[in-house]
């Protein structure tokens, strides 16, 4: 009798980089650099940065393949260095993905695309793609990366063949939120003593919020009293009442 086996299901990285959703930190793009391209399998590879506004920085890309590119045949490896000591060192952030597969599933917000003929997979070789006014959706990077400069190598592979390498630097930072305003709180401008003894006390305040007079009996031992916002905290001691205004 043969029984069956459940085999566990082992998460590529492209299944576990497409499930993140962070809004803890925020991303400035600082420079993309195109290092190289391989002429035996890419016919020419453009990519254009420019400044939106002074938040967003987009990018125009334009790239055509000698070869059709289908599923399973181009990977990226992203390594990540943080900026330490005065120079880019290695830090431990290190991905592959199957290129057509990420883009499909959007992972990491790299395959929105609204703008140009290129949406996903498959390349037909010697077409012309263009990608417009592109920007990545920080949204879908994987959350609670410490804050400071970065910069990220990626290296393309076709059919195990070195096909393309690119290096984006940007920032990571969290906004500063803002505090909301404390109330004022009124400065004790007169200290009064008064003789435990005496059956009754006015007490006029002086401060400019609180004009009018109030009474305090000294038979009470400890209460707060409350006039307009501003309080009068009566403290009993042996012989004596402290009122602050």
Known sequence: ?????MLPMILTDTDFLSKFLQKDYEIKNERQIMNWYNKSLIKYFTMTPFKYNRTYTLMNVTFSTLADVTYNDAYVTIQGYKFLSNEYRFYPIYFQLEVCSSVKADVMGYGTYKCGNFTQCPLKKNAIYHVCNWASDHSKL?????????MFELKTNFQKQPALSTTYYLTI????KKKLPSLPVPYPNRLQKTK???AGLSLAATSPICTQP???NPAMSLQHLTY??????IISTKDTFEVLL
């Not at 009798?1 to 086996?5: C, E, F, P, S």
């Not at 994987?142 to 970065?150: F, L, M, N, T």
């Not at 930072?173 to 500063?176: A, D, K």
């Open 228 to 233: 307009k916002e501003n309080s009068a905290r």
């Open 214 to 216: 109030f009474v305090v």
């Open 142 to 150: 994987p959350p609670r990366i410490p804050d400071g400069q970065y």
């Open 1 to 5: 009798m043969i029984q069956a086996v």
């Open 196 to 198: 435990a003894g005496e």
């Open 173 to 176: 930072f969290r906004p500063v």
